[in-house]
């Protein structure tokens, strides 16, 4: 059988917090601790990206999303 945990790192630099990042993290872990994603998903808080512009970054798997929501990273989520 296939584990499929997904790693998913959240950038929790200033610029990014300021974008919503900690809001956005709880969100996540809110949605992903219900069926279907529970138990799917990994969080790792990161340090900037270097990419401030685009706050908040969120990396799902080897997919970058910019300037992201909730709503964007599930769907990446759902994709990968
Ligand atoms: S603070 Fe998130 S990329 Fe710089």
Known sequence: M??????????????????GAKKLYKELKEIT????HRGSC???????????????????????CKKTTAEKVLMEIKKS
């Open 2 to 19: 296939k584990h499929s945990r997904k790693l998913i790192f959240i950038c929790t630099g200033s610029d990014c917090k300021k974008a």
């Open 33 to 36: 601790a219900q069926a279907p």
């Open 42 to 64: 990994k969080f790792i808080k990161t340090k900037c990206m270097d990419m401030c512009k685009t706050a908040p970054n969120v990396i799902v798997g080897d997919h970058f």
